[in-house]
């Protein structure tokens, strides 16, 4: 990106200070010229052994040693470090390395609230954002010596459609951070409400005023970045799965844990905290079974697993109208609203399927709808997934100040309409409406 900053490994045969003064004088002239030019220069002279010795103190040399290109120089040398860094910093540190991505991207994830939906988000840290691409192609690189996404297509660990769509939301997420640079003149990844507006513009979206203009534009932005974030947390959990998969099966694991339970009911099994479908036709064989997945996440409280997710997004098709007006599908969605308490983490399992959206049209209006005002921090689907959250959230808490209402919850005789009238309390604003009231 424009003002991004330019990482260069000057690579010597010999410990950094024992280079020649000769090699020092050329190594000072490229910096120098980078420099005058205006570029922000991060560099380090190192041998082969000195790059390792960093690599194994520091996980952001690591990941950045693991993005090195030969520029220029000695291919032989550069292919001696590639080799020795791939042995001693991936293969024998693999199990550290991996639980360390893991760790760095939750962290950063809930410093950005653990959604993509934020009013005025950071494009490179937030959810979604380019550092969750870079994350997985690490992992990827460590976990399946790939260096292109299109590789787990072949092994059918992502989908075509999932590559493309994260490769357009790369793509996509590169020209907005561009356009922050170029308009800041400096290095900027936050997507502020001003800058919103001027980006829209400069991408040439076509609605006469400016605010229609943004909330077009910012609702592109969050379905690429709702994108990038599920398939790249897809893909971390995969990876995980399949850790813990290979240490169940070991000795060690064997005489140290108790073999998972699994339990088999209407078409599914879980295994570990996860559902999975016993065979692939589950739905075609019983569309209203779609429906009574999430029931029985509810109940047994269970997440989706990858390939359960996968296999909901391929037959979405089968929540037409018949489905919806189906008297057995919707007792079933009551039951699951009736679960006063434990309603929102099963709605949140729906929405990132896109199960909500097709079975209620009218919440899928507000997917990623953007609001600028200032009682809605998030888009529209998102706000009202939070609003549950809390809802949910009064069972349980016990501060004085919540009292009151937690009481009222207690005494909802009727908690589906309660629930339902919050899932539907912003959908007017797909219409234009501002107003809860109009709405």
Not at 64 to 74: E, I, K, S
Request: proline residues 3%; neutral net charge.
């Amino acid at each position: 990106n424009p003002h991004s900053d330019i990482d260069l490994l000057f690579l010597v045969p010999v410990s950094a200070d024992k280079i020649p003064p000769g090699s020092k004088e050329a190594i000072e002239s490229i910096l120098y010229v980078l420099w005058d030019i205006g570029f922000q220069v991060g560099h380090a002279v190192r041998s082969i052994a000195e790059c390792i010795a960093e690599a194994t103190l520091d996980q952001q040399s690591k990941t950045a040693m693991m993005d090195t290109r030969l520029v220029a120089g000695d291919e032989k040398l550069y292919n001696d470090y590639r080799t020795l860094f791939e042995k001693e910093c991936i293969q024998k540190k693999q199990k550290e390395f991996l639980e360390l991505r893991r760790q760095d991207q939750r962290t950063r994830h809930n410093r950005y609230w653990k959604t993509p939906y934020l009013q005025e988000p950071n494009v490179k840290e937030s959810c979604g954002g380019l550092r969750d691409y870079h994350n997985i192609m690490w992992v990827s690189q460590v976990k399946r010596g790939i260096t292109d996404l299109k590789d787990l297509v072949m092994e059918k660990s992502l989908t075509p459609t999932a590559y493309r769509e994260i490769s357009d939301a790369y793509d996509f997420l590169h020209r907005v951070r561009n356009e922050l640079h170029y308009e800041t003149g400096k290095e900027n990844d936050i997507l502020t409400l001003r800058l919103q507006g001027i980006v829209a513009t400069t991408f040439n979206y076509p609605q006469k005023s400016i605010l229609r203009r943004t909330e077009a534009f910012m609702r592109d932005y969050y379905t690429h970045t709702r994108h990038l974030w599920q398939h790249t947390t897809s893909l971390m959990e995969i990876y995980q799965i399949e850790e813990e998969q290979a240490a169940a099966s070991g000795l060690r694991s064997f005489l140290s844990f108790r073999k998972s339970k699994i339990e088999e009911f209407d078409g599914f099994t879980a295994r570990d905290g996860r559902i999975y479908a016993i065979a692939n036709d589950v739905f075609t064989s019983d569309p209203n079974r779609m429906m009574r997945l999430f029931q029985h996440c509810q109940v047994r409280t269970l997440k989706l697993s990858p390939p359960m997710r996968k296999l909901v997004k391929e037959h979405l098709d089968l929540v037409d109208k018949d489905f919806r007006y189906d008297k057995r599908n919707r007792d079933t969605f009551q039951a699951i609203l009736e679960r006063k308490g434990d309603v929102a983490r099963t709605l949140r399992l729906m929405h990132r399927v896109g199960f909500l959206g097709k079975f209620l049209p009218e919440f899928d209006a507000m997917d990623c709808l953007v609001q600028h005002e200032f009682f809605h921090r998030y888009t529209a689907d998102e706000h009202t997934l939070r609003c549950i959250d809390q809802l949910d959230a009064l069972l349980v808490d016990e501060a004085p100040r919540s009292e009151f209402y937690r009481r009222l919850l207690l005494d909802v005789s009727d908690p589906y309409a309660l629930y339902l009238a919050v899932i539907m309390h912003d959908t007017g604003r797909a219409e234009n409406v501002r107003e809860h009231i109009d709405g």
